[in-house]
């Protein structure tokens, strides 16, 4: 049920309201009793409620996932939780990283599409220490990765993706490949600043790191 005022009623209105016949005090009563939501057709909502959910979902599953492989790999306890699911516009993503980072820009065949996967440059470094046999107790770096490190990190990431769409597998199987690594997120154009994207978030937390 939708109310439209016409010209007329309008005019009826603001003349009850010169005149005493409605309070000011009624009239915002009356805008109280209805539920009234703000919309900004600047940012349009991309994503309902249920698909955040299910994303949300999706993402534990793959939490829990990474979890288990990444205590194999680095041979010490890590924990993986997933922090928030939020909408957002691709530019307050781009700006939102730092630079350098680790970012893998990933393809979905099916979907003709791309999805990038950010890597914090201290866990990347932590890890790639572990890797190598060292402890991750000096990750505090912020330098772009040598060559040889991009393709330990390419291979490590090949196995997450591959662990991500085993968790999407029971809502969309997914075809991926990566396309490669990126150190300055502002040379990543995969769509427009303005369209809306879904940022996954998050944490982990490697023992002794």
Do not use: C
Not at 26 to 52: G, H, L, T, V, W
Not at 99 to 113: C, D, F, H, S, Y
Not at 120 to 141: Q, S, T
Not at 169 to 198: C, D, R, T, Y
């Amino acid at each position: 049920m939708q109310d439209i005022l016409s010209q007329k009623e309008i005019d009826e209105l603001l003349a009850s309201l010169s005149s005493g016949d409605i309070s000011a005090e009624r009239m915002k009563e009356a805008q109280a009793e209805k539920k009234i939501k703000n919309y900004d057709f600047f940012r349009p909502n991309r994503f309902s409620k249920e698909q955040i959910r299910t994303i949300e979902m999706i993402h534990e599953n793959f939490a829990r996932l990474l979890s288990t492989f990444l205590s194999a790999q680095l041979r010490t306890a890590v924990e993986v939780k997933l922090l928030s699911v939020q909408e957002l516009s691709y530019d307050e993503f781009i700006r939102s990283l730092f630079v350098p980072t680790v970012m893998a820009l990933v393809r979905l065949e099916e979907l003709g599409g791309e999805m990038l996967l950010e890597l914090n440059p201290v866990l990347a470094f932590g890890i790639l220490e572990r890797l190598l046999g060292g402890k991750g107790d000096g990750a505090e770096k912020r330098r772009a990765l040598t060559e040889i490190e991009q393709t330990i990190i390419l291979k490590l990431t090949g196995r997450v993706v591959n662990i991500l769409t085993e968790a999407w597998s029971n809502i969309l199987p997914l075809q991926v490949s990566i396309v490669g690594l990126e150190v300055n997120p502002q040379f990543v154009h995969i769509i427009a600043g303005n369209e809306m994207v879904a940022l996954v978030s998050l944490e982990v937390a490697i023992k002794g790191v």
